[in-house]
């Protein structure tokens, strides 16, 4: 039934796939395929910023994968924020499956923030949505996921277009915070991940996540601005502190995002699960 509904809601409102045009679908399998069908990889700028966590990428960020993320960010395409969602949810699974004891643990999405301006401008705030997705999807498949927008912007930000790794880096330094109460949120969380005697080890994750990685600049700011309130967060745990950071609820050292940079993917020679990010984007 709900397919004749979109059948004729088709007729009378136009729908387009957001990836390539086609008509009457919002999201062709083809398109659809591109945004999953390579599967989730660890991705790292060159030239890496200090401070940057793990980072999975679900594609990237080129062709019919680039205009989804657009159709949903620039123009409204709200339908397709399920699919990014769905996208962004395997890059999660992958990041967290990256950090050693976490495979089954709590998951705590935190999106990185727009600035008002621009959540005035576009009309909603495309990553938080997809965060939201993605958590529904995760916790569909019985992973306890949630999502906690912890993270603002405290100064201006100037318009990122244009600068390169160094600029967007400086443009950013210190212009995120953790928003009043939530370092207290995020201690709630972890402690509600977890039950019984297992309550005082259990460690859950933090994930930030964003629509898309370039130069990795704004990831590595929100990773500083967690860091700020919560001292585990760091980009690698050194071997044999694993046991005992994780007796302080979530742990944070894990990085997701639907699409990584466009300009110069490449597979990394010594891994086929690897993408290496030319650093002259973000």
């Known amino acids: ?14 729908v387009a796939c957001g990836g390539c045009g086609r008509p009457r679908t919002e999201l062709c399998p083809e398109c659809a395929e591109e945004l999953t069908g390579t599967g989730p990889c660890r991705v790292r700028p060159v030239p890496e910023p200090a401070g940057l966590p793990v980072v999975h990428a679900a594609a990237p960020y080129a062709g019919a994968v680039r205009e989804v993320l657009l159709a949903h960010k620039e123009r409204g395409a709200l339908a397709l924020a ?9 890059a999660v699974e992958a990041a967290a499956g990256a950090v050693a ?3 089954d643990g709590p998951l705590l999405l935190v999106p990185l923030p727009s600035s008002r301006r621009s959540v005035r401008a576009r009309g909603h705030d495309p990553t938080r949505r997809i965060a939201l997705a993605a958590a529904a999807r995760l916790r569909r498949t019985g992973r306890d996921a949630r999502v906690a927008p912890v993270l603002r912007q405290r100064r201006y930000v100037a318009d990122q277009a244009g600068l390169g790794a160094r ?16 370092a207290r949120l995020l201690a709630a969380a972890g402690a509600a991940g977890t039950t019984g005697r297992v ?6 994750t933090v994930v930030l996540v964003d629509d898309l990685m370039t130069t990795g600049a704004s990831l590595a700011e929100a990773a500083r601005a967690l860091g700020a309130v919560q001292l585990s967060f760091v980009s690698e745990i050194p071997h044999g502190l694993a046991a005992v950071s994780a007796q302080h609820g979530f742990e944070q050292r894990a990085a997701a995002v639907v699409a990584s940079s466009p300009a110069s993917f490449e597979i990394n020679r010594n891994s086929s699960r690897s993408w290496i990010v030319a650093g002259d984007e973000r």
């Open 167 to 182: 600029g967007r880096l400086a443009n950013l330094s210190g212009a995120l915070e953790v928003v009043p109460g939530g």
């Open 82 to 90: 399920g699919p990014l969602g769905g996208a962004l949810a395997g």
């Open 101 to 103: 004891g976490s495979r």
């Open 1 to 14: 039934m709900r397919g004749w509904w979109r059948e004729i809601a088709g007729l009378v409102l136009p």
């Open 199 to 204: 309550a005082a080890r259990a460690a859950g």
